[in-house]
Structures are given as structure tokens and as C-alpha cells.
């Protein structure tokens, strides 16, 4: 059964900052990880995923992740963060052979300070 | 090329009504999934359809039913409603070949009085 966990469920970080938000993650297969954002009063946007093949995975707005299979670890980072990072982070693994069944950790709120 | 929409997007019920919510995915995507959205709970998954077939459902009383239209268009139906109901109801479509990658709208928030 997959499963995932997100340490921290508010991450606080100043302008210009590193940007790191955890995700550990349970899978009895290999596993397709992604990282989705929620602004307030929208709905989910998908910021990057990995499927197979490199481990680093860039997405949009300057994020990374790195799938970590010896740790289960899936972590999100920034080098600098913006005051328009300031969101909801979730993390998820895709239920095998389903395209649209994720399983969502709790999520992580992150807060810019100027 | 437009979004996921979803109506209505904030409603308010009282117990024992039934509520019905609508999602119109983007054009071409034929999967159309429910996710209920709460403070306590997270995101946890409804069902899924594929060319008008429930692929999947998750663990959720019958209450929760869902169907999809010839057009991809989807609905949702909440029957009895329960004060626990209250919740973002989170749409999201992709498209075929694209496990996990979903475009959601904007929800429809429902308060159970």
C-alpha cells in the first residue's frame, strides 16, 4: 500500500531563503511522485513529477526535487524563496494503475517572511 | 484553452438534503477524478471516471455517487448530507497516458448546517 508523510506542517523561511519542505513517502512499487501547490481559495497546480529516469526532477517557478529510493524521500527545495511562494505544498504518490488516484500527504504551509 | 470549472462554488445546505456538483474538464481530457478536501482529513480521493466507466473509488459511504456524460462532463451527488460532509469538493481532469498528472479547479465549498 502507498502511503505518504510530509514533516512539518508549517515551514517558515525569510525572503531569499532556502526553501525545503520534506516528503517521505511508501510504496510496494515503484512509485510515480509528484508535487502539488494550493494557493488560498484555488485549486491544486502540479509543480513537478517523477515518473522513472532522472532523479533530480526540475518544475515550474524555480522547484526541484530529488527521489531519494535508499531514504523513500522525495523533498521539495527552492535555492531563494519569493513572498509569492507563500502556499500549500502537498506531496503525493500515485496509486498503482490508476491515472488519477493520489494519495496526498497532510501538506505543508509555507510562510514567507519579507 | 479553458480550465477545469466547477459550479457551483460555494453552497450551503442543511442535514438530510442532497447536493449535486458539476465539473466540466478541459477539453479532450476524459478522465475526470473527485477529491473531498477537509482541515482534518487532507485530500482524500472520491472516484475516478473514464469514458463514462467509474475506474476507481475510494473509501467513502454510498452516499457519494458520481457519473460521467458522453462530453466528459462529470457530477457528483451527496445524498443525506451529514455536518462531516462539509468540505472543498476538488475536481481534476487529465489526459490519457498522464498518470497523476491532474488540473484542478477550483473547487465547490460546501457547508453542511
Known amino acids: 500500500a502507498q502511503s505518504v508523510t510530509q514533516l512539518g506542517s508549517h515551514v517558515s523561511v525569510s525572503e531569499g531563503a532556502l526553501v525545503l519542505l520534506r516528503c517521505n513517502y511508501s510504496?510496494?512499487?515503484?512509485?510515480?511522485l509528484f508535487w502539488y501547490v494550493q494557493y488560498p481559495n484555488q485549486g491544486l497546480q502540479l509543480l513537478l513529477k517523477y515518473t522513472t529516469g532522472a532523479t533530480l526532477v526540475k518544475g515550474i517557478n524555480g522547484f526541484e526535487a530529488e527521489f531519494k529510493k535508499s531514504e523513500t524521500s522525495f523533498h521539495l527545495t527552492k535555492p531563494s524563496a519569493h513572498m509569492s511562494d507563500a502556499a500549500e505544498y502537498f506531496c503525493a504518490v500515485s496509486k498503482g494503475g490508476s491515472q488519477g488516484n493520489l494519495i496526498f500527504g497532510k501538506g505543508t504551509k509555507l510562510s514567507v517572511k519579507p | 484553452k479553458a480550465g477545469v470549472t466547477q459550479t457551483p462554488r460555494y453552497l450551503i445546505k442543511t442535514r438530510g438534503q442532497q447536493v449535486t456538483l458539476s465539473c466540466s474538464p478541459i477539453s479532450g481530457h476524459r478522465s475526470v477524478s473527485w477529491y473531498q478536501q477537509t482541515p482534518g482529513q487532507g485530500l482524500q480521493f472520491l472516484f475516478e471516471y473514464f469514458s463514462e466507466t467509474q475506474r476507481n473509488k475510494g473509501n467513502f459511504p454510498g452516499r457519494f455517487s458520481g457519473r460521467q456524460f458522453s462530453n466528459s462532463r462529470s457530477e457528483m451527488n451527496v445524498s443525506t448530507l451529514e455536518l462531516g460532509d462539509s468540505a472543498l469538493y476538488l475536481c481534476?481532469?487529465?489526459?490519457?497516458?498522464?498518470?497523476?498528472?491532474?488540473?484542478f479547479g477550483e473547487g465547490s465549498r460546501l457547508t453542511v448546517l
Open positions: 481534476a481532469s487529465s489526459s490519457a497516458g498522464h498518470t497523476g498528472e491532474l488540473f
Open positions: 510504496s510496494s512499487v515503484p512509485p510515480y
